[in-house]
C-alpha cells in the first residue's frame, strides 16, 4: 500500500493510473477502522478498480467540539487493516495539506431542508463541514466511484446533492450497515462504550425493529415516544429523535411509502446514529 500525505505526490500517481486504464474506487473515512469501513473498501476493489482509502478526522464537521477531541484515533491498526485487505492507497493528509487557507467552515452547499432537519437539526453545521471536506477529496482524490456506508443515511443524501452540485461525473454507491451479531451498527464511536454500554446500545436496532413491525397501525407521535421510552428504559441517556421518515426525501412519512426509521441517542457522552429500511 502507497500511503500519500500530501496533494502533489498523488496526482502524479493518478496520472500513471489513468493512463493504464486504470479506474479509481475511493472510501472516505476518519479512521478508527472497522469492519464497516473494511466492506467498502472490498466493494471498493471489486471489478478490478484501484483502491483509495482516506482517513482525515475533519475538524469543519464536528459541531461539539468535546466529541472532536475524544475522537479515536488508531492509525497504526488502521494501517494495517489496510494492508491485511490489499488496499492500494492511503491518502493521510494532515489539516494543513486540507486547509491551507485554515479549517473554517464554508457554508455554501446548497442543500436545502435536508441540512436543517434531523441529523442537521441536532448538529447545526455538521453537513456543510461533511459538503467542504468531501468537495475537497472528491477534488483531489478524482474518484470513478465514491463508497458510503447507509449506516449514515442523511449523510448519503447529502452527498448525492453534493455530486450534483458539483456536476461530477463520480458515482455514489452505497453500501449496507455492517453489525456485531448483536445487532449493534458497526462505529467507530463504539470504541468508546464499556463492555456492559455496548450490551445496553443493542436497544436502537431492537426498538427500531419494534417500531417498523408496527409503522402502519400506530400513529408516528405515539411511535416516536413509545421508541424514546424504550431506549431510556434499556439505557440511553438522551434521545435527540426516533422516528420513522420517507425513504425517498427524508420529508414525513405516509403509510403506503418506503420508510426509513432513522434513530440518534447518547449511552453516556456518546452519541449514537443507525436507521433501518422500511419497505411499504
Ligand atoms: P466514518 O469513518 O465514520 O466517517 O465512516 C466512513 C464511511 O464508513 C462512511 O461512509 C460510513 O457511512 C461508513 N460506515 C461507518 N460505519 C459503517 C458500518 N457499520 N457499515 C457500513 N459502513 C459504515
Redesign the pocket.
Known amino acids: 500500500m502507497i500511503i500519500f500525505r500530501t496533494i502533489l505526490p498523488y496526482r502524479k500517481w493518478l496520472r500513471e493510473q489513468r493512463s493504464q486504464g486504470k479506474s479509481i474506487g475511493f ?6 477502522l ?4 473494511l ?2 473498501l472490498r466493494a471498493a476493489g471489486n471489478n478490478g478498480q484501484t483502491t483509495v482509502c482516506s482517513i482525515f478526522v475533519n475538524p469543519t464537521q464536528f459541531n461539539d467540539p468535546n466529541d472532536f477531541k475524544l475522537y479515536p484515533i488508531t492509525t497504526e491498526s488502521d494501517i494495517q487493516q489496510l494492508v491485511s485487505i490489499g488496499t492500494d492507497v492511503l491518502f493521510l493528509p494532515s489539516v494543513e495539506e486540507m486547509y491551507p487557507e485554515g479549517a473554517i467552515q464554508q457554508t455554501s452547499f446548497e442543500l436545502g431542508n435536508l441540512e436543517n432537519i434531523l441529523e442537521g437539526a441536532f448538529r447545526p453545521g455538521h453537513f456543510q463541514g461533511v459538503c467542504q471536506v468531501v468537495s475537497r477529496l472528491l477534488d483531489i482524490v478524482a474518484p470513478d466511484n465514491i ?6 443515511y442523511q ?2 443524501m447529502v452527498i448525492a446533492r453534493l455530486l450534483e452540485l458539483k456536476q461530477s461525473a463520480t458515482s455514489l454507491k452505497i ?5 456485531e451479531t448483536s445487532g449493534l ?4 464511536r463504539n470504541m468508546r462504550l464499556s463492555e456492559e454500554e455496548r450490551k445496553k446500545a443493542t436497544a436502537i436496532w431492537r426498538t427500531m425493529k419494534e417500531m417498523a413491525g408496527t409503522l402502519s397501525s400506530i400513529p408516528v407521535p405515539d411511535l416516536e415516544k413509545e421508541a424514546e421510552q424504550k431506549l431510556l428504559a434499556a439505557g440511553f441517556d438522551k434521545v435527540d429523535y426516533c422516528t420513522p421518515a420517507d425513504a425517498a426525501t427524508l420529508g414525513p412519512w405516509q403509510p403506503g411509502i418506503d420508510a426509513v426509521i432513522l434513530c440518534a441517542a447518547f449511552m453516556g457522552k456518546v452519541r449514537l446514529i443507525d436507521n433501518l429500511l422500511v419497505h411499504a
Open positions: 472510501v472516505p473515512t476518519m479512521g478508527a472497522h469492519e464497516g469501513h466492506s467498502l463508497y458510503m456506508g447507509q449506516k449514515d449523510q448519503c453500501m449496507p450497515t455492517l453489525r451498527a458497526m462505529s467507530s
